[in-house]
Nanobody, 120 residues
């Protein structure tokens, strides 16, 4: 069982920055991958970024060059640094983590979501 708690969302002006945090209730060493989805009203859920336990990363084309994902194993936390924010980035951002048990069964855990609003 894994609990994920997000923080860091809010209202920001276009061009501004936010850093989202996702704190896990246990060591994240075996959570592979971890990352962030987002969902805006009327739009499909979108994988924004992910990072493996070996620090390999994935970014959606829409955020490449603006967002950076990282994981801190000492703090059991994953971060999403978001720069040069645009109104199109407005969405609820959800942290997720995948845990594989000793039988090889993979289960995905989700945070409660944090609202990011980019508006003037």
């Amino acid at each position: 069982q894994v609990q994920l708690v997000e923080s860091g969302g809010g209202l920001v002006l276009p061009g501004g920055s936010l850093r989202l945090s996702c704190a896990a209730s246990r060591s994240i060493v075996s959570l592979n991958p971890m990352g962030w989805y987002r969902q805006a009203p009327g739009r499909e859920r979108e994988l924004v970024a992910s990072v493996t336990s070996g620090s390999s990363t994935y970014y959606a084309d829409s955020v490449k060059g603006r967002f950076i994902i990282s994981r801190d194993h000492d703090k059991n936390t994953v971060y999403l640094q978001m720069d040069s924010l645009k109104p199109d980035d407005t969405a609820v951002y959800y942290c997720y983590a995948v845990l594989e048990d000793f039988r090889g069964v993979r289960r995905t855990y989700w945070g409660q979501g944090t609202q990011v609003t980019v508006s003037s």
